[in-house]
């Protein structure tokens, strides 16, 4: 399977957000109160759907799945979705949260072959699976407002990092507020690839996040609420 790695140009990464087995509108990380998602891109909150809904809105070669049951509830991975997904989606890299905490389910989340495991921040406890890992992940670096998420080091440092690194900034994760533009730059680093999550909020968010020279975004309230059209898209490969 395509896993996502080392794509030219600029990356916009569509994103669907699982819980109890449908896609759910993320609202400023405040997962509890997340409900499935209504979109004009897809006759209700099945995942297969909604991520076939999202490609058909923009041409994406990978698409990023959080399954907040296991990243919440230390449920195990929806490996049934992401199969759902997967064949829906022929051909386009999957990159997948599940809260991946330990060597053994990351062992077997990679064993199933659907995909490149996601590893955040706020699910470590140290920097031990990001190292021994390495580019066989993506790295992502959570904050919600000025708190970082996780280990210290695991941000203070780039020298752990994978070549693709998500910043993931969860209190502005659907609200329309914009990418968080001087945080970002901060976080660049020679031979990192990094990825702007929360705020994008259209096609002018996109140009300023390449200027600044961001790897790509990651995007669901844009292309659900059409501010973000497939377009749009030739402009910024």
Not at 186 to 192: D, E, K
Request: charge should be negative; glycine fraction near 14%; include cysteine.
């Amino acid at each position: 399977m395509n896993d996502g790695i080392g794509r030219p140009g600029f990356a916009v990464i569509p994103v669907l957000d699982l819980r109890g087995g449908r896609v759910v509108r993320a609202r400023r990380g405040e997962r509890t109160s997340y409900a499935p998602i209504e979109t004009p891109l897809a006759k209700g909150s099945e995942p297969a759907a909604v991520a076939r809904g999202l490609l058909d809105a923009w041409p994406a070669q990978t698409l990023y799945v959080a399954d907040l049951d296991a990243i919440m509830d230390g449920a195990a991975p929806n490996l049934a979705a992401l199969e759902a997904i997967a064949r829906a989606c022929p051909g386009v890299g999957l990159w997948m949260d599940a809260g991946f905490s330990e060597q053994d389910g990351i062992a077997a989340f990679l064993a199933a072959g659907l995909g490149r495991p996601v590893i955040g921040s706020e699910s470590q406890t140290d920097t031990g699976l990001v190292v021994g890992l390495g580019d066989r992940a993506v790295l992502s670096l959570d904050t919600r407002g000025a708190e970082r998420l996780g280990p210290a080091a695991l941000h203070e440092d780039p020298s752990l990092w994978p070549p693709d690194v998500i910043a993931m900034t969860l209190a502005r994760v659907g609200a329309g507020a914009g990418p968080d533009l001087d945080a970002l730059q901060a976080l660049r680093a020679p031979g990192r690839r990094v990825y702007a999550a929360g705020g994008v909020r259209g096609p002018d968010d996109l140009r300023a996040l390449r200027a600044a020279g961001i790897a790509g975004a990651l995007v669901a309230s844009a292309l659900h609420d059409g501010t973000l059209r497939r377009a749009e898209a030739g402009d910024l490969a």
